[in-house]
């Protein structure tokens, strides 16, 4: 059996460039960009006022002048003019664009008005409120780095530069397969010896927070269906995620199957809990990955969080940052298996603090729903103290 850490370097071995592709910006969200993003021309593109209030020309100021004549509005979204005399103000409004020979914007609460003349009751300061043509990004210059992932604030760059397609890397196909006679579907009512399919679930909706929508199957625990069906799934898709079927009982017949299909294993079984019996392997002709999970929810959960996950970034190129958290509690490792741990995080006085989430083995799945993420705790010695700092792999987004 393998350790940990080999085994999850075995799986980022096989990280895999699935090319890119072109698709519209409202299906950008959570892909990642394929592209450099260049600005198409200044940020902003021309002198813009922030305040509502009144343009001026900062030299009549100067010469004591606190009193403007207002010559007109300049509203957002009409094109540039020009202070018809320098000595007089035009009242502006947020977003549009400042004449030239005006260079500072006075907002309204610092003025009076009254009978078209301004008066200033406060002493504004050469070229305020005005966010200056290309001070943000010059036109040519880079917006957004190629590899980085879209979130809402990428789209808004996106939209900015006018890019309504944008490339990005392509994601692979993903099957993603129950095994079990025991299982149900959500809708239907369980006999007493069934549970509902609920890894399923979990990994459909793990896989759409990555923008992957993958197909569901399911395989009655029988070995000829069995192998019949997941020939064909390995031949349609790029990734294969099964959850159950890899332990040693007698009606888990994946790993046979998978060898007889001829999916190269890379490893059975790795030191760890939970998730101990989990299959990794590539049908080398096909070029399929198969992430073989066991079955209980807390051992699927786990791998795709700490496998899955990171192989997909690593292909995707994104990096895998290495998070650590602060143990409010000190744990104790016996064994030599590395201990994936569930934890509630508390974000307090800067640092991040966890604490075990109480749970009844790899089957309590409610307990999944309490966690924020999984702490790595290698066999390396028998107590981890409070307060120490230790590797941690979210599950959920902090906000
Ligand atoms: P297995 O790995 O097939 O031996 O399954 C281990 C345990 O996980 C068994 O109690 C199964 O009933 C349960 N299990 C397997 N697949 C699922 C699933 N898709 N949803 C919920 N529980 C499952
Ligand atoms: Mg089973």
């Not at 959500?186 to 069934?194: A, D, F, K, M, R």
């Not at 399923?200 to 993958?214: K, R």
Request: aromatic share 8%; charged share 25%; glycine share 8%.
């Amino acid at each position: 059996m393998i350790s940990f850490k080999e085994a999850l370097k075995k799986v980022l071995d096989y990280k895999q460039d699935f090319g890119t592709e072109q698709i519209p910006l409202k299906m950008a969200m959570g892909r990642v960009l394929a592209e450099e993003v260049i600005a198409d021309r200044d940020f902003p593109p021309f002198n813009r006022a922030t305040k509502d209030g009144i343009a001026i020309n900062y030299d009549s100021i100067a010469t004591g002048q606190t009193t403007f004549k207002i010559e007109g509005i300049l509203p957002a979204g009409v094109a540039p003019t020009l202070l018809s005399n320098t000595e007089q103000a035009i009242e502006i409004m947020t977003g549009a664009v400042v004449p030239d020979n005006a260079d500072t914007v006075v907002m309204y609460e610092h003025l009076v008005i009254e009978n078209g003349w301004a008066t200033l009751i406060q002493n504004p300061t050469k070229g305020q409120d005005i966010h200056p043509k290309g001070s943000d990004r010059k036109s040519g210059e880079t917006v957004l780095q190629k590899n980085t992932k879209i979130t809402a604030s990428e789209i808004g760059v996106l939209a900015s530069v006018g890019k309504s397609t944008v490339l990005v890397k392509r994601l692979p196909r993903v099957a993603i397969i129950s095994t079990g006679n025991e299982l149900v579907e959500v809708g239907e009512q369980p006999l007493s010896h069934q549970i509902r399919k609920s890894n399923i679930h979990t990994l459909f909706g793990a896989l759409s927070q990555e923008g992957i929508v993958p197909k569901e199957f399911h395989l009655v625990d029988e070995k000829e269906v069995i192998k019949e069906e997941l020939a064909n799934i390995l031949y349609n898709f790029e990734v294969v995620l099964l959850s159950g079927g890899v332990s040693k009982g007698k009606y888990d017949f994946i790993p046979d199957v998978l060898e007889e299909l001829g999916v190269d294993k890379v490893f059975h079984r790795v030191l760890q809990r939970p998730g101990k019996p989990f299959w990794f392997g590539k049908q080398p002709t096909i070029g399929t990955l198969v992430f073989s999970f066991p079955g209980n929810p807390a051992s699927t959960f786990a791998n795709y969080q700490v496998y899955f996950k990171n192989w997909l970034r690593s292909s995707l190129n994104l990096p895998n940052p290495k998070i650590t958290v602060i143990l409010e509690e000190g744990i104790p490792v016996k064994g030599d298996l590395t201990l994936l741990l569930r934890v509630r995080l508390k974000c307090a006085d800067g640092r991040l603090l966890v604490s075990q989430v109480k749970e009844n083995g790899s089957g309590d799945l409610t307990s999944l729903a309490l966690t924020d993420g999984f702490i790595v705790l290698d066999p390396v010695k028998e107590f981890y103290e409070a307060g120490e700092s230790v590797s941690f792999v979210p599950t959920k987004p902090l906000w």
